[in-house]
């Protein structure tokens, strides 16, 4: 089963502003995602259901939550991993 994709509002002006590289990975690993989004490897300590995409080479991350009972992945946060802004980013639009 897939699961549908979502943006918080902020997360999708985050995601507009990156780079066209940066963007097509995470559209890369996203559509992976949405087949399989519970990757325990992946999986981020407390905060419920969420979970962090890597782009190693770019220093981007991309942060997620599933909601199972609606079948929807919701993009909480997009940046850079500088300072853990983008966890913390994620964790107040919780």
């Known amino acids: 089963m897939s699961y549908k994709l979502e943006f918080e509002e902020h ?4 995601f507009k502003k990156l780079g066209a590289p940066v963007r097509e ?7 992976d995602i949405l087949l399989n989004p519970h990757i325990p490897a992946n999986r981020l300590y407390g905060m419920t ?6 782009l190693m080479s770019a220093g981007y991350r ?3 939550r599933v909601i199972d009972n609606e079948v929807v992945v919701l993009v909480l946060a997009v940046g850079k991993r500088e300072r ?7 964790k ?3």
């Open 25 to 31: 990975q995470f559209k890369k690993k996203l559509y």
């Open 84 to 90: 853990s802004e983008v966890y913390k980013a994620a």
């Open 92 to 94: 107040d639009r919780l």
């Open 49 to 54: 259901d969420c979970y962090k995409i890597k």
């Open 62 to 64: 991309l942060v997620y």
């Open 11 to 14: 997360a999708l002006k985050e």
